[in-house]
């Protein structure tokens, strides 16, 4: 496969995702909302890891299309250091532990989902 698909649907996925995120932060301006997109984007991301299987093209669309765009550690970091200690502090360990465990969540969830399909497939 030439690299033409895969790059055009990064970029689409990427543009889809990434407005997204800017269409919440403009709803809901503040570190807080980066740090849900984040926890949430984890989320879906572990889902997806799960689910998606080996299909290339759905995974580069929604994982690091769509989800990548739309989950920011770069605005995370530079929120982090514009912050006071106490605050930057407080925001580093209420966005990535959370991340953290929502994407493992997710992965669950997700297996969870392709194992229950997979049983209904056979039966």
Excluded: Q
């Excluded at 984890?42 to 299309?65: I, N, Q, T």
């Excluded at 502090?89 to 990535?96: C, E, G, P, R, W």
Aim: aromatic share 8%; charged share 15%.
């Amino acid at each position: 496969m030439s690299l033409t698909k895969p790059v055009a649907v990064v970029a689409l996925g990427g543009a889809l995702g990434a407005s997204a995120r800017f269409l919440l932060s403009e709803l809901w301006p503040g570190i807080w909302t980066v740090l849900v997109i984040n926890v949430v984007g984890s989320l879906l991301l572990g889902c997806l890891a799960e689910v998606l299987g080996p299909d290339r093209l759905w995974r580069l669309f929604l994982g690091v299309g769509v989800l990548g765009g739309f989950t920011t550690f770069s605005t995370f970091a530079v929120d982090a250091v514009r912050e006071n200690a106490a605050t930057a502090a407080l925001y580093v360990v209420a966005t990535l532990i959370p991340a953290l465990l929502a994407a493992r969540l997710g992965m669950l969830v997700g297996h969870l989902y392709r194992h229950r399909r997979t049983r209904k497939a056979v039966a």
